[in-house]
């Protein structure tokens, strides 16, 4: 599903390159649940930005799907938001103007889905979250574990193939966090979605079948999580 | 998705209500304005519009070394009808010098502008009476009364018939009939409230009369260069065949010129274009307040757009393409200046009668004439665009990658631009401001400067009889002069209310220079105050005054340059005056004329009839001398004793002053709107830099700064942008004051003061406004402005 290719990320500031990644090559198949880790400032998020297309690489070749994501125009890009990547964030980025089911609904807005069947996944994914009665309220009026909840049912309601989530449980404290990790499993085990996450907790990555330790902008390791 | 898009925009402003209100408010009083400048606008350009031959009807006017006239000799235009084709109608018009009693048997009404217009003329300029336009048989006057005459004079009047009035005194018993009643057009260039309409006038003058308008219609794409052309050599020809010549014009020194009509209003070649000058500064006034107004809603769209980053980033990733953040952004942006646009309708409503009142014009929003219906909606996408492209390009064109990483704060690129825009609004502000102050030492001066004379007390007396000989006048002045309080009276050909003088040549000491002369009675002076520098006044007790006595001014003494005037022989009109005085100049024209040379005579062939009469009044038995005069005016002035009619000179002199207090009104507006926004602009400003700077503020107060040192830290940087602002609009006030100083002929120095005192007005508003915006950041604990997140 991805293929990275000796990707590398640097700036350039009065002539010295501070590297930020350098010769990252790797896969990641459909239906793998992969966390990166790595202590601060290694890289991982600015990996994980590259492949969700929200940061360039400074060099190297990016396979989304077998499409060349270097060579995509913007509107492509757009069109893989869409209809392929979702994205959670450690701060959940809710917008606090809208409540529960129109950040929900925003997604499927963009996706020109009929409203018909808006209704009905969001009704669905409300229900699988047990979150109907509080489908009304604003996101200021949520606890952070419900809110992160939110987030993943937004990401999740354009039916993506891949999420992409940078320290998801990162605000949250153990209990709901937990949950969080949970649900990502099941989504993963059960819906075969594509599951990326940059973590710090080694017992959150434990919930994967593979992590991939970044220092310095370089992969120290690959394993596998049985 | 749009009614998301509008639920979310909605719960924005709402959320933010007070920047809304401030961001919304602001451009509702900036347009209002504009509205009311532009309504303006439309009526002074579009006189006489309506007319279907608007842009083919000119009139015919007269070039001289000195001057322009459009006063056209009667017998011109027929000539031009005769010679060209391309000419379709020649109607020609005159006005009448009088304000005429028009009586029936109940009551009277006094005719201010009676017009005299052939039937031509009438066609036209449409001026059509109730019940339609009758061509005069022969050489029939068809009189017309304005409506409201009508209805004074026969409250009754069912029918069409025409209706018998005596005109002028009762006891002169003239009769004239008039036809009918007619709505004169308030909005066209040709003004009146009793209008005669004939097949021709001026039949039996020649072109030693001009005292005529000539207008022309010409067809439709007439090359006017080359007919004007023509019309100049038929001009001169003309002059030349009737004699003229020889009677002393010099052909080539006049030229008749076309002027159209549509310049008639605002830029006739014969006149000023002050009105014109005025109108375009007041459009470019209007105009700037309103980008200023846009520009204050640009900074403030874009001081939330931290707010705003969080959802345009999410948006981004979740699928939305740029565009449709950029229009949802100035859909945001259209229904602000849609609420701001009603409601500077309301408020413009709310104005309107003031703003009427100060222009001197009837301007209703809801008259469809004034173009408003089509001009708003254009006014509105074109301020939503100035205000709003920029915040939705800036907002729509985050990066989320950037926007959502969390600690997000907005780029300072953007700063030179707002600093830059806050000058110029401020900049603007403080010319206003100055301006303001600069007229207003003008006009004190102008109020509190010995004007050479005293109008106070003096009433002026409405009269058609000719007094033009002293002993005709002096059983008048005895009856007035027997009534309690009267403290003196006189008779003049003019009264010193701005209105011109008559002007000749004069000699003295074989120096020939153009005088204005003016002719009075006895006690002229006395009446007005009028102080003598050297010699007497009239007395009745030198015969020879009313023969051949002069009292020159000291402007004219100065023009001849003659020492000891007293006893000098000074020639004109075909006589020779003896000069018995001479007294101080007299501003009888305003401040804005250097007083003419004049010399004042009780008898001269060449003037005007005396007709003004005025009395000096005590102060205390004004109402009195009022009263009893009224009732025995009939008797004091029996051949135009009709009707006592009066007017305070002081308060006719005072309209002299009645276009600068205008201007100072206007100035008093755009100063206070202009600072008004400009302090909104800069409210909202210092909020976005505080809530830019919190951070760094708690850090400071960590370290152990006092608020005094923090208010000191944030309002410097606004402190050198005002500075600066004040630097760039001092030379720029001092050169447009200057400049409008320069129209007067007595003026003050331009003071220092206004400048100082524009610096510390917005220096103290400035100081103000961002203190009242940084004391919340320096009230807050740092501990929560240091949290991570």
């Given at each position: ?226 | ?339 701001a646009t009603v409601l500077g309708l309301i408020i413009a409503e709310i104005v309107l009668p003031k703003f009427n009142s100060l222009f001197l014009v009837h301007l209703s929003i809801w008259n469809k004439e004034n173009g408003l219906i089509w001009q708003l909606p254009v006014i509105l996408l074109f301020i939503t665009l100035i205000a709003g492209i920029y915040p939705a390009m800036v907002l729509s064109g985050f990066k989320p990658a950037a926007v959502l990483k969390g600690n997000f704060q907005t780029s300072r690129q953007s700063y030179w631009l707002r600093n830059s825009l806050l000058v110029v609004q401020f900049s603007i502000a403080v010319i206003f401001i100055t301006g303001l102050l600069i007229i207003n030492s003008q006009l004190k001066y102008m109020r509190t400067q010995d004007v050479g004379f005293n109008p106070e007390q003096v009433v002026y007396v409405k009269n058609l009889v000719y007094y033009t000989k002293p002993e ?318």
């Amino acid at each position: 599903m991805i293929e990275l290719k000796n990707i590398e990320k640097y700036y350039a500031n009065k002539g010295v390159k501070s590297y930020i990644l350098r010769h990252v090559t790797t896969s990641i198949k459909q239906g793998e649940f992969v966390s990166i880790m790595g202590p601060s400032g290694a890289g991982k998020s600015t990996l994980l930005n590259i492949l969700g297309m929200l940061e360039e690489p400074t060099y190297g070749e990016y396979h989304f799907m077998g499409e060349d994501v270097t060579a995509m125009k913007e509107r492509q890009r757009i069109e893989l938001y869409r209809n392929h990547i979702g994205f959670v964030f450690q701060a959940y980025h809710l917008i606090d103007e809208m409540t529960v089911a129109e950040n929900i609904e925003a997604p499927l807005l963009y996706k020109k889905i009929p409203g018909a069947e808006r209704k009905s996944r969001i009704a669905d994914i409300l229900d699988r979250f047990n979150m109907v009665a509080k489908k009304d309220l604003f996101p200021n009026q949520l606890s952070g574990g419900q809110q992160q909840l939110v987030g993943i049912a937004r990401a999740l309601v354009a039916q993506p193939s891949i999420i992409l989530a940078d320290e998801p449980t990162g605000n949250l404290q153990s209990a709901q966090a937990e949950q969080i990790m949970d649900l990502f499993k099941k989504l993963n085990q059960e819906e075969n979605i594509t599951i990326l996450q940059v973590t710090h907790s080694e017992k959150n990555a434990q919930y994967g079948n593979r992590i991939l330790t970044i220092e310095d902008g370089v992969i120290k390791e690959d394993v596998t999580v049985k | 998705m749009f009614k998301l898009n509008l639920k979310i925009a909605l719960r924005n402003l709402w959320r933010n209500i007070g920047i809304t209100s401030i961001n919304v408010g602001g451009l509702a009083v900036a347009l209002a304005a504009f509205m009311l400048l532009m309504m303006y606008f439309t009526y002074e350009t579009s006189f006489d519009k309506k007319n279907p031959n608007f842009d083919n009807i000119y009139i015919v006017g007269r070039t001289f070394p000195d001057f322009k006239t459009n006063y056209t000799p009667p017998p011109f235009g027929k000539a031009i009808k005769e010679n060209f084709s391309e000419v379709v109608a020649v109607g020609k018009m005159k006005k009448g010098g009088f304000e005429l009693a028009v009586s029936s048997h109940t009551s009277t009404v006094f005719t201010k502008q009676q017009l005299f217009v052939e039937y031509e003329a009438a066609k036209m300029f449409n001026i059509i009476p109730e019940g339609g336009l009758k061509k005069p048989n022969g050489n029939e006057f068809l009189y017309y009364l304005s409506k409201p005459y009508m209805q004074t004079l026969f409250p009754n009047k069912k029918d069409t018939k025409p209706e018998m009035v005596s005109i002028g005194s009762r006891s002169a018993e003239q009769f004239g009939e008039v036809r009918g009643s007619i709505v004169p057009d308030s909005h066209s260039n040709i003004s009146f409230d009793a209008v005669s309409i004939v097949n021709e006038i001026g039949t039996g003058e020649s072109y030693g009369h001009p005292n005529y308008f000539t207008y022309i219609q010409v067809k439709p794409g007439t090359d006017i260069a080359s007919l004007e052309l023509k019309i100049n050599n038929l001009y001169h020809s003309e002059l030349t065949k009737n004699g003229m010549v020889d009677e002393g014009e010099d052909v080539t020194e006049t030229n008749a010129f076309l002027d159209p009509l549509k310049n008639q209003h605002l830029k006739p070649k014969a006149g000023s274009d002050a009105n014109y000058k005025v109108l375009i500064a007041l459009s470019v006034l209007g105009f700037l307040i309103l980008v200023i107004a846009c520009i204050n809603f640009t900074n403030l769209s874009i001081a939330q757009a931290a707010k705003r980053a969080k959802e345009v980033g999410v948006k981004k990733v979740m699928g939305a393409y740029r565009f449709q953040l950029t229009i949802q952004f100035l859909i945001e942006i259209l229904m602000q200046c849609l609420v701001a646009t009603v409601l500077g309708l309301i408020i413009a409503e709310i104005v309107l009668p003031k703003f009427n009142s100060l222009f001197l014009v009837h301007l209703s929003i809801w008259n469809k004439e004034n173009g408003l219906i089509w001009q708003l909606p254009v006014i509105l996408l074109f301020i939503t665009l100035i205000a709003g492209i920029y915040p939705a390009m800036v907002l729509s064109g985050f990066k989320p990658a950037a926007v959502l990483k969390g600690n997000f704060q907005t780029s300072r690129q953007s700063y030179w631009l707002r600093n830059s825009l806050l000058v110029v609004q401020f900049s603007i502000a403080v010319i206003f401001i100055t301006g303001l102050l600069i007229i207003n030492s003008q006009l004190k001066y102008m109020r509190t400067q010995d004007v050479g004379f005293n109008p106070e007390q003096v009433v002026y007396v409405k009269n058609l009889v000719y007094y033009t000989k002293p002993e005709v006048f002096a059983p008048v002045r005895e009856k007035i002069m027997k009534i309690p309080g009267v403290k003196a009276v006189t008779v003049a050909n003019a009264i010193p209310d701005g209105s011109g003088m008559g002007g000749n040549g004069y000699t003295v000491e074989g120096k020939q220079h153009s005088l204005s002369f003016l002719d009075v009675d006895y006690d002229y002076f006395e009446t007005l105050n009028i102080k003598l520098k050297e010699g007497r006044a009239f007395s009745t007790s030198f015969q020879a005054d009313a023969v051949n006595s002069a009292i020159l001014n000291e402007a004219a003494v100065a023009k001849y340059g003659i020492q000891n005037p007293i006893g000098k022989t000074i020639r004109g009109c075909n006589i020779d005056y003896t000069i018995v005085g001479v007294i101080n100049d007299l501003k009888a024209e305003g401040f804005e004329k250097a007083v003419e040379p004049t010399i004042y005579a009780i008898n001269n062939p060449c003037g005007n009839p005396k007709t003004e009469i005025m009395v000096k009044v005590d102060e205390q038995r004004m109402a009195e001398v009022l009263a009893i005069l009224k009732s025995q005016w009939s008797d004091i002035n029996k051949r135009d004793g009709d009707n006592f009619r009066y007017h305070f000179l002081d308060e006719l002199y005072g309209k002299l002053f009645a276009k600068q207090e205008q201007l100072q009104s206007v100035f008093f507006a755009a100063a206070l709107l202009t600072i008004f926004i400009a302090i909104l602009g800069l409210f909202a400003f210092a909020k976005y830099i505080t809530n830019g700077r919190i951070k760094e503020i708690a850090v400071r107060k960590i370290l152990g700064a006092n608020d005094l040192q923090i208010f000191k830290l944030i309002n410097t940087s606004f402190f050198v942008m005002v500075m600066i602002a004040n630097l760039i609009s001092w030379p720029l006030a001092y050169i447009l004051t200057k400049k409008w100083l320069e129209t007067f002929a007595y003026r003050i120095e331009i003071p220092i003061l206004p400048f100082v005192l524009s610096a510390l007005i917005t220096i103290m508003l400035t100081i103000i406004t961002v203190t009242i915006q940084a004391n919340r950041a320096v009230r807050a604990n740092p501990v929560d402005a240091l949290k991570y997140e």
